[in-house]
Every structure is written in structure tokens, then in C-alpha cells.
């Protein structure tokens, strides 16, 4: 790939070397050519002038011939110019040469081809004194030294220009690989990463300022796969974990009953038992599922107004038969009007309460507390208990994960709540939070508001 770019950006220095190139070398031979034309006509105009006065003197056809010796004798011995004159009477017309150039203007010069020649050529009208008619000047001078000096100026210049664009592409090339050095090392530890040495990272010394922050950024993605690649070893541990605890209650269950012979009554226990373990199962399966989709970046759909307070009284009542069992009670203070999904709230609100019931100390009351905000409504669902180290708070969240030295595991508590509480919060485009302090602890969530305050989102009353 470097290689690839050295030779690309070669051809980039030398098709932009022979650009300039081609334009200076144009621009100096039209310079060159303008100079030498100026040139030219300066030594035609000076002859000229010498000509046209002596033709405009002339008054009659006897004077004809001095004018003629007179103009003969200032042409130069090269005879590289020469004059042609012409009129309607035959004893006027002259010609230094057989060549006999006419401009298509008068008083200016013009670029001419007559016999095979280049010529410089200028056309005047001399008028009529005394016998003498009107008359033609043609004055011209040959362009074929300039012409030939251009054409020897041109040819030096290509070759020039030639060898120059081969040494700027041979520099540019290796320029390009002198500078590209540093990001084919890159490249060369990039390829040496295996999945296997998950630890290693590019290194950043002694690189150009812009590769620092791109290795800087790629080292940042790795560690950002790693700890993701980390998560997700440890979450099918803790999957395989936790099904393997039913599944081997299951198969042992069968075993035992299979053993000999059992009564009805045995074998409907051993059924019941089964059963409860495969329901386990399929609770674990389908909170799976759900995090799944979640993890994909699915969204909460059918949302509509919904009252957090009603939400949680009707909570409470799904819950009084928990709570009893746990001789815990229950307090609701304040309400807020959220952008939710119904049934999504109602499961994260199950999962709150459930959990808070579950490790509460016995005879204590759950605080629910409700507060509006500038574009959220948070819930905080609060339980006296042991207090939590902020490490364990920072890992509650997290799927099958239980803060063993504060929180108690309870049967049918497979570590999967407040995950799916923290997914329904995410699917809301809201957050979850965990404190503890004071020996009270404290979850929650927040949820988009629905009205005024919520910006741009409407809402319909839910059902």
C-alpha cells in the first residue's frame, strides 16, 4: 500500500512538474518570439522609413530609376528583407525579389508564408505627387532566424524540462516514502495484533503529530473492543452458569425418578420440579432476547403520556402479595408526565420495586420518590439496607453481575433486573443511576418528559 501511494504521488509531482513546466516554457517562448519580432521590426522600419521618403519625393517616372538604385543599395547584403511596389501605372512597380508578399491590412505588420518563406510584412499607401500616381509599399523581412532561434529555444527547454520532471518525480518519490515510513510501521504493528495478545497497542513514539492522534484513537477502539470482548467472555460464562445449574437440576431429577419405581404422587413432584427449573430457563432465555434486541439498538415504539405516579400505584397493587412476603411498605411522593412506552415502563418499574422489596431490611418502608425536570422525569426507588461500595454500584447494572458482600441472592434472582431495566431506560433514549448513602439505597431511572418541556416530542395519551 505505501509503495502503491509513493509511486501515486511520483506521478502527481511530475504531472504537476510538466504543467508548470509546459506553461512557463509557453510563456517564455511567446516572450521570446514577441522579442524577436520586435526585433525584426525594428530593423524593417528603419529601412522602410528610408524607402517611403524617398518614394513620396518622387514626382515623376524619370526619377524612378534613382529611387530604385538609392532603395537597392540600403537593402542589407544577407538581403533577409526586400520591398515590393506596386500601382496601376507599369513604370512605377518594383520588386527587390521575386517575392511578392501582400498584407491584408494596411499599416500594421503581419505573418506571412509566400514562396515557401516566413515572412514579416507590412503594406503602406504612398500617395500620388505630381506624375506620380498613388502607390503600394510592401516592406518585409524574412523570419526564418527567429523563427529557427524559437524552434532551438523550444527544444532546449523540453529537454530541460524533461530531465527536471524526472528528477522531481524520482524526489518526490522518495520523499513519499520517507514520510510514509512512519505510517508503514504503523501498519506493520497493526498486522501483527492477534485476538490472542489482546493487550498489545501501537506505539505512538516518534510519530508525526497526525498519526499520534490516529494511533491514539486506534488504541482507544481496542481498548474499547477489548473491554467489550472482556464483557462479553464473562457474560457467556455467567450464561452458561446460570443454565447449567437448572439443566443439571433437570437431568438429575430425571435420573433420580428414573432409578425405580415411583409413585404418582413422586412422579408429579419430580414433573412440578422440572417444570419450575425449565420455567427459570425460559425467563433467563427471554430476558436474553430482550437484551439482545436492545444491544442492537432497537427503540421503544407505541410510546404515548404516560403519569409515573399512576404507573407505580399500579405497581404496587400488581405487587402487594411481594411486599407482604418481604413485611415491607411502600411511599409515593410526586409525578411526572413521560414519553414511555407502557409496557416497557411497567417491566422497569416491576424490576425496581421487586429488587428494592427483595434486599430491603424487614419492617422498613421503599421510598418512591418522582421529580420533574427540564427534559427528563426521574424515579428513584429507595430500600433501607447494607450499604453498597461505590465499585459495586458502578458494576449493578451490568448483566448477571451481584454485589455478593452487600446484596443477598435470592431464588430466581439471575442477575438480569436491573440490566433490563438500564436497556428499557436506553430504549427511551434516557439513563439509570444507583446511590447509596446515609444507609439507604437508592435506584432509578429517567425518562424523556411529554409536553412543553420535552422540546419536539409529541405524545398521545396511552391506554
Known amino acids: 500500500m505505501t509503495g502503491s501511494i509513493s509511486r501515486r504521488l511520483a506521478v502527481m509531482f511530475s504531472a504537476a512538474a ?122 518585409y523581412i524574412n523570419c526564418r532566424p527567429s523563427d529557427r532561434t524559437t524552434y532551438a529555444f523550444m527544444l532546449a527547454l523540453a529537454v530541460i524540462f524533461l530531465v527536471a520532471s524526472i528528477v522531481i518525480s524520482a524526489i518526490g518519490y522518495s520523499v513519499t516514502r520517507l514520510g510514509l515510513k512512519p505510517l508503514r510501521r504503523l501498519s506493520e504493528e497493526a498486522s501483527a495484533l492477534r485476538p490472542d495478545r489482546r493487550n498489545e497497542r501501537l506505539r505512538a513514539e516518534g510519530l508525526p503529530v497526525e498519526l499520534v492522534t490516529l494511533t491514539t484513537s486506534f488504541n482507544g477502539a481496542l481498548e474499547r473492543i477489548d473491554v467489550a470482548q472482556a464483557r462479553l467472555e464473562g457474560f457467556n460464562a455467567d450464561v452458561a452458569h446460570e443454565l447449567r445449574t437448572p439443566i443439571a437440576n433437570i437431568i438429575g431429577q430425571a435420573q433420580v425418578a428414573l432409578t425405580r419405581e415411583r409413585s404418582n404422587e413422586a412422579l408429579e413432584s419430580v414433573v412440578s420440579s422440572v417444570l419450575e427449573e425449565g420455567e427459570r430457563m425460559r425467563v433467563i432465555v427471554n430476558d436474553m432476547l430482550f437484551l439482545a434486541r436492545a444491544d442492537q439498538g432497537e427503540l421503544a415504539t407505541e410510546r404515548g403520556s404516560a403519569s409515573l405516579a399512576e404507573e407505580v400505584a399500579h405497581t404496587l ?147
Not at 107 to 120: A, C, H, K, N, V
Not at 331 to 354: E, H, I, K, M, P
Not at 375 to 385: D, K, L, P, T, Y
Open 18 to 139: 510538466i504543467v508548470v513546466f509546459t506553461l512557463v516554457g509557453l510563456g517564455l517562448t511567446l516572450f521570446l518570439r514577441a522579442e524577436l519580432d520586435a526585433g525584426l521590426k525594428d530593423s524593417l522600419e528603419a529601412r522602410a522609413a528610408i524607402a517611403r521618403e524617398l518614394i513620396a519625393r518622387t514626382t515623376s517616372k524619370n526619377e524612378w530609376p534613382v529611387v530604385q538604385a538609392k532603395i537597392d543599395h540600403i537593402i542589407p547584403d544577407e538581403r533577409n528583407l526586400g520591398f515590393y511596389v506596386y500601382s496601376r501605372d507599369s513604370n512605377f512597380q518594383y520588386q527587390t525579389s521575386a517575392v511578392r508578399p501582400m498584407p491584408h491590412g494596411e499599416d500594421r505588420y503581419e505573418r506571412l508564408t509566400s514562396s515557401g518563406q516566413g515572412l514579416l510584412a507590412r503594406k503602406q499607401l504612398i500617395p500620388a505627387n505630381g506624375s506620380r500616381p498613388d502607390l503600394v509599399l510592401v516592406s
Open 317 to 463: 397493587d400488581f405487587l402487594e402479595a411481594t411486599f407482604d412476603d418481604a413485611e415491607v411498605t411502600a411511599t409515593v411522593s410526586g409525578d411526572a408526565q413521560v414519553s414511555a412506552n407502557t409496557s416497557l415502563l411497567r417491566r422497569a418499574l416491576v424490576n425496581l420495586l421487586v429488587n428494592a422489596s427483595q434486599h430491603a431490611t424487614h419492617g422498613t418502608e421503599i421510598r418512591v420518590v418522582i421529580t420533574s425536570g427540564d427534559q427528563f422525569g426521574e424515579i428513584a426507588v429507595a430500600n433501607r439496607g447494607v450499604p453498597i461500595p461505590q465499585s459495586v454500584i458502578d458494576r449493578l447494572f451490568d448483566r448477571f453481575y451481584r454485589g455478593e458482600a452487600s446484596r443477598k441472592n435470592v431464588y430466581g434472582n439471575h442477575g438480569l433486573g436491573l440490566s433490563i431495566v438500564k436497556a428499557i431506560a436506553e430504549m427511551h433514549q434516557g439513563s439509570v443511576f444507583a446511590r447509596s448513602a446515609d444507609g439507604w439505597n437508592e435506584f432509578g431511572l429517567l425518562l424523556p418528559l411529554c409536553g412543553p418541556c420535552a422540546g419536539e416530542n409529541r405524545c398521545t395519551r396511552s391506554a
